[in-house]
């Protein structure tokens, strides 16, 4: 039986998710050797833009969308962080969202500090010359506070690698400067990295084998649950696959598929649409969203969206360990009441932190004009999981703390050791 330390989080039901943030880092500041006044200064983002974004629809008329781009701390270096389009996007997520890649650049020690951005709009009511008119608006308003050098913007939900190709096309056309490093996760033909997209995914992976390791069970034969089959569950559920593990159920919004002898990946991955009506799904028996994070497998992988794992359905997993692929999937008092049954989970900021390493060579492969092969991004890629992943599992056993905390703790000292360096300014 895998156990988890039990943890000391406090909870609060309905809680929006930057405050939980500002919790939690009050309660890991007593871990970590850092004064006071960095961890009140860490509360709070350093900037949070809000833009207007008018656009004219195909039918003719103009909707006025809301963009935020939340900036929340750059002393390692400039801000890093997803644009999303959804229509949940708020400044309050995107603040909460900006703290936690603040950690996740320094868990992987790169050079970069934390910030997330995205629209309010669902992107599937968008044709696409409307999503391109509305990129191209929204690239046009955060034009002072975005460049290769100060806030460089990455795919997340409802954006991908065409949206960044836009984005990277009017800064150009705005500044006249053709390198691209203004935003990464672009396509490979105008500058993007062989492997970016898969990255995420692979480390999910690799994070997903490791954590599964040290809790004694073997990669072969591991059963795995993944629910989301989109650019993170696909590519960490072909590479489980592909690394001997079962992937026994996969699942996109529409619901998902289960066969306890495992789903055929490779099949499944070859054809479009909803997973369940996909001609290699006709042998697997159809699963919801709900019973797939209740299935009785070795690792559950929510990569899908956040909040998933909730006080609701906590005391209902099965699953013996949670390697958090999505952002955030996991509420503040599922953790604890996961904590509490014995079911360690390992957080979002070190499992899907491959998304914004392989975006780290990206930005250097635009700054220093020597583009990377595939194989390079992979060996990088990798080396640089297993040293945070090592970190981690140092920090859980010294620190005697739950993986997440043990994973925050190595951030927040990283970056409290940046601002104890230069004090506050002036
Ligand atoms: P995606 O849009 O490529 O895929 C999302 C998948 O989840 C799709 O299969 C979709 O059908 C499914 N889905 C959407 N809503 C759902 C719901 N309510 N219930 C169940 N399934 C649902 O998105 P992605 O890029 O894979 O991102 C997934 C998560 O991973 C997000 O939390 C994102 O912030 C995070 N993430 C993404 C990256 C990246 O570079 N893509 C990096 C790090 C973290």
Redesign the pocket.
Known sequence: MISANATTAETAADEPAVETARRRLDRLAALVDVSDEYVERLKYPSQVHRVSIPVRLDNGDIEVFEGYRAQHDNVRGPYKG?IRYAPGVTGDECVSLAMAMTWKCALLDLPFGGAKGGVAVDPRSLSTEEKRRLTRRFAEEMRSFVGPQTDIP?????TDAQTMAWIADVYKMQTGDGTRGVVT?KPPRVGGLAGREEA?GRSTALVAREAARYYDHSIDGLTVAI???????GHAARLLDEWGATVVAV???DGGVHDEDGVDIDALSAEAGPLTDRTAAADADEVT?DALLELDVDVLVP????GVLTADNAPDVRASLVVE???EPTTAEADAILADRGVPVVPDILA?AG?VTASYFEWLQNTNGRSWTHKEVREELDDRMLSAWEAVRESHETRGVPWRDAAYAVALERVAESHETLGIWP
């Open positions: 997803g990455a795919p997340d939900m409802g996760g995420p629910q989301g089959f989109g650019s993170v569950g699942s996109d919004i969203n990569a899908a969206v956040g692929g999505a952002n899907n998304g």
